[in-house]
Nanobody
Framework: QVQLVESGGGLVQAGGSLRLSCAAS????????MGWFRQAPGKERDLVAA????????YYGDSAKGRFTISRDNAKNTLYLQMNSLKPEDTAVYYC????????????????WGQGTQVTVSS
């Protein structure tokens, strides 16, 4: 079992930045891929970015390309999402997720989830 706890969400003006963190605990000695998803009210949960265990393989959804950066510090068991140039349409609950190996592209590919952190971008 892996437990995930997100932090770093909040209210920010359009054009601003936020850095989300996800602390992992439990069975963290196993190699696992991780991702950030987001879900706005009435919409599906979409993949924002994902990263492999070593960090050598990273994927960004179209909405994140050029603005967001995913990274991880395995020594600290922590996943990050640096979000720059935020837009009102980035408003959503952001979830951290982990899976056995490699990168997954859909929510069904992930085994463990955090509770989410709210990001609100005002215009």
């Amino acid at each position: 079992q892996v437990q995930l706890v997100e932090s770093g969400g909040g209210l920010v003006q359009a054009g601003g930045s936020l850095r989300l963190s996800c602390a992992a605990s439990g069975r963290t000695r196993s190699n696992y891929g991780m991702g950030w998803f987001r879900q706005a009210p009435g919409k599906e949960r979409d993949l924002v970015a994902a990263i492999s265990w070593t960090g050598s393989n990273r994927y960004y959804g179209d909405s994140a390309k050029g603005r967001f950066t995913i990274s991880r510090d395995n020594a600290k068991n922590t996943l990050y999402l640096q979000m720059n140039s935020l837009k009102p349409e980035d408003t959503a609950v952001y979830y951290c997720a982990a899976r056995g190996l490699g990168i997954g592209f859909s929510p069904d590919a992930y085994d463990y989830w955090g509770q989410g952190t709210q990001v609100t971008v005002s215009s």
